[in-house]
């Protein structure tokens, strides 16, 4: 069984579904298009032959997924990877409205898979000192769902972490962050994404499905003030500051600007007799990075990787 339907759990639920067994997928939320806002929308390759293994990025290309390579703005020049042969591979950009219901109907498609939406779990089910599942609330009725493993998937602050008292350490944050989407800005640089490394501040502008662009910018916490008493102000004199990017104009961007203060990192013990905790929920990384939605497909892999013979064998 699996909490969280989101990146890790799709992910974990489609791998298992393919290797025959049975899974249960809960999430809290009740609309399968539901996705995750607070995101910039960037995948790492090293999620991409992930996103292959689920028979996803075909589908994601036909829907705008946009494959980029990074540039980055350096104080010391510009680094531009080339087409040499040891040059990374690509990643990917794509909205997480995009991803988000897509992984979660390509899990919902297998009859192998159950998707419980609309169920928040609040605690841990144990028999003999061991997770055996989970309990929860669904339209105000209890429930309870019984599992052989419990993978928690439930994102940053996870309730399966929590009820599990599975040990944590957490890091503040010396940098915020705000992103907007942008609709119609020009892009110089084409399918490119641009990185501004400014030491501390850092900045990205990444091409997306839609023609969307997404500015995110993580300035350093000193730098919040201006931010906190008007924000499209701040926002946009920060974005048009960075030096080579296109000039950002207020009808630029599109929907709201919204971004976080104050996030703290955390690491979390991962496995325990019963269950184990995969993407956000083991590991909430600094956003900066934009690791985490790659994080999340290569746990659910590693776990999937590691647990799936077993429990077909005991099935
Ligand atoms: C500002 C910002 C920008 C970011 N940008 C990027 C980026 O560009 N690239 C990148 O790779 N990563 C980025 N990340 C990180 C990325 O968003 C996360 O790492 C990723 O979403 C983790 O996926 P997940 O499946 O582990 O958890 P989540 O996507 O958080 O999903 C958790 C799921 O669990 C469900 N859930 C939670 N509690 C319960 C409960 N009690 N019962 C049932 N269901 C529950 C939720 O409804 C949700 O569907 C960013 C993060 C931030 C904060």
Redesign the pocket.
């Known amino acids: 069984m699996i ?9 974990a639920a489609i791998m298992y579904a393919q290797q025959g067994l049975r899974i249960a997928l ?4 009740s609309d399968i298009r ?1 996705h ?1 806002v ?7 390759p090293c ?1 991409a032959p992930i996103l292959q293994r689920l028979g996803a990025t075909e589908k994601l290309l036909a829907l705008g997924m946009v494959e980029t390579v990074p540039k980055f703005w350096t104080p010391w020049g510009m680094i531009t990877p080339d087409a040499a042969e040891n040059s990374p591979p690509p990643g990917f ?1 794509v909205r ?1 409205e995009t991803l ?1 219901p897509l992984l979660r109907q390509l899990a919902n498609d297998y009859q192998n898979v159950d998707l419980l939406l609309g ?4 605690g841990l089910l144990t028999k003999n000192g061991t997770t055996a599942g ?1 309990y ?1 609330t669904e339209q105000g009725s209890a429930f309870t769902v019984e599992a052989r493993l419990t993978v928690g ?8 972490a929590r009820s599990a008292r599975c040990d944590s350490v957490s890091a503040s944050n010396g940098r915020f ?1 705000y ?1 907007a989407q942008l609709s119609g800005l020009e892009r110089p640089d084409g399918e490119s994404s641009l990185s501004w490394f400014m030491d501390p501040d850092v900045a ?1 502008l ?1 091409p997306n499905d839609g023609g969307i662009s ?1 500015l ?1 910018v993580f300035p350093a916490l000193d730098k919040l003030g201006p931010f906190t008493d008007d924000l499209s102000t701040a926002f946009l004199a920060y974005a048009n500051a960075l030096p080579g990017a296109p000039p950002v104009r207020r009808e630029h961007i599109f929907g709201k600007i ?3 203060k104050h ?1 703290s990192t955390t690491l979390t013990d991962p496995v325990g007799n019963g269950f184990a905790l ?5 590991a ?2 600094d ?1 900066l ?8 497909l290569e ?2 892999q590693m776990l999937v990787d590691a647990t799936a013979q077993m429990l077909t064998e005991t099935t």
């Open positions: 909490v969280g339907a989101s990146i890790a759990g799709c992910a809960l999430d809290a939320r539901a995750k607070l995101c910039t929308h960037h995948l790492q999620g950009n997480r988000d169920h928040r779990v609040s989970v929860g998937a439930d994102g940053k602050d996870s309730t399966v962050s992103f990205y990444l997404v995110v919204v971004g976080t996030f995969i993407g956000d929920a083991a909430t990384n956003p990075w934009g690791i985490g939605c790659s994080w999340a746990t659910a």
